[in-house]
């Protein structure tokens, strides 16, 4: 079975301070890796995506994630934390049609991000 | 915005009833997937459909069926409706012209079910 993980439930991060959101994965064969991100009852945004190439991705907001094969991660960064970038950040992986499962996206448990001042 | 309906945006009912949401993907978009967002589940994959066609099932109940039509809008029936039913749920769509995407989801802004 194709999965995430993130292993923490909440980041607390001051403004202005780097923010690292950690995501692990485990897929067979190529992953396609996303980041989303769900404001207070909103729906998800899309952040950003890994299908192939560089291992560095930057996304929208200011945001990046670096794909690192070795230790199948994907985590999202910033380089300097907003206030406004407090919210639900979710990592997920595609399954693919090729084993049947119809390009869904699987979720992580999401990860609560508090920027305070 | 995302492009993706989502109606009613609220829905309140009683155990043992049904209801009905409905979803409008964006435009061109083929398949129409639904989600459900619990704080005990977190986001759980339900079914997708691709071109009127159901192409995955996830952990989706017996109670609960869905269905798109040939203007691409999907519905999503809940029956028998107990508390644990309440749940925020997704429709998310995605630029799958042919049988394999590597794009993303774009998601609607949900449809909060409460089961009183």
């Known amino acids: 079975a194709q999965s995430v993980a993130q292993p923490e439930d909440q980041v607390n991060v001051a403004e202005g301070n780097p923010l690292t959101v950690k995501c692990t994965y485990s897929?067979?064969?190529?992953?396609?890796l996303f980041w989303y991100v769900q404001y207070p009852n909103r729906g998800l945004q899309f952040l950003l995506k890994y299908i192939t190439g560089d291992n560095l991705v930057k996304g929208s907001y200011g945001f990046e994630a670096e794909f690192n094969k070795s230790q199948t991660s994907f985590h999202l960064k910033k380089p300097s934390a907003l206030v406004s970038d407090s919210a639900l950040y979710f990592c997920a992986v595609r399954v693919s049609i090729l084993t049947g499962g119809g390009n869904k996206l699987t979720f992580g448990t999401g990860t609560q991000l508090k920027v305070e001042l | 915005d995302s492009g993706v309906t989502q109606t009613p945006k609220h829905l309140i009912t009683a155990t043992g009833q049904r209801v009905t949401l409905r979803c409008s993907p964006r435009s061109g978009d083929l398949s129409v997937y639904w989600y459900q967002q619990s704080l005990d589940q977190g986001l759980q994959f339900l079914i997708q459909y691709y071109n009127g066609e159901e192409r995955a099932k996830g952990n989706i109940l017996e109670r609960f069926s869905a269905q798109q039509f040939p203007d691409l809008h999907s519905e999503l029936n809940l029956s028998s409706l107990e508390l644990g039913d309440s749940a925020l749920y997704f429709c998310a769509s995605s630029v799958a012209r042919d049988r394999v995407s590597t794009g993303e989801l774009f998601f609607g802004e949900g449809s909060r079910l409460t089961v009183l």
């Open positions: 897929v067979s064969g190529n992953p396609y």
